[in-house]
């Protein structure tokens, strides 16, 4: 047995979702927020059985792709302003982090 957590961003939450309903995959759906970015994230926990676990990562995969935005800064609190940039910047976000762990026991009451 093994436990999935899936970090995706919200954009591909709804895609995902539907995609692993459509597999017979059961996840519970977490509301999450980004460090980096500060914005909305949906974290999936997803358990599975060991043999399963390349086919829900397929899925993952191709329901969560990555993309460019825009975002601005945030200005520094204190330290060297001198690297400090003022206007917005284009970065890669989205895709899925995922972590697959291991379970020692399963119960359901």
Do not use: W
């Not at 899936?6 to 996840?27: E, G, I, P, Y």
């Not at 397929?58 to 400090?84: F, H, L, T």
């Amino acid at each position: 047995m093994k436990l999935i957590v899936a970090v995706v961003q919200d954009q591909d939450s709804n895609r995902l979702s539907s995609a692993l309903t459509k597999n017979d995959f059961r996840a519970t759906k977490l509301a999450s927020t980004g460090g980096f970015l500060r914005s909305g994230n949906t974290t999936f926990l997803i358990g599975t059985d060991e043999k399963l676990v390349d086919k829900l990562l397929g899925i993952i995969k191709e329901n969560c792709r990555s993309r460019d935005q825009m975002v601005a800064p945030v200005s520094p609190m204190g330290g060297n302003a001198d690297s400090y940039i003022p206007y917005p910047v284009e970065v890669e976000v989205g895709g899925a982090t995922v972590f697959v762990l291991p379970i020692e026991h399963f119960h359901h009451f």
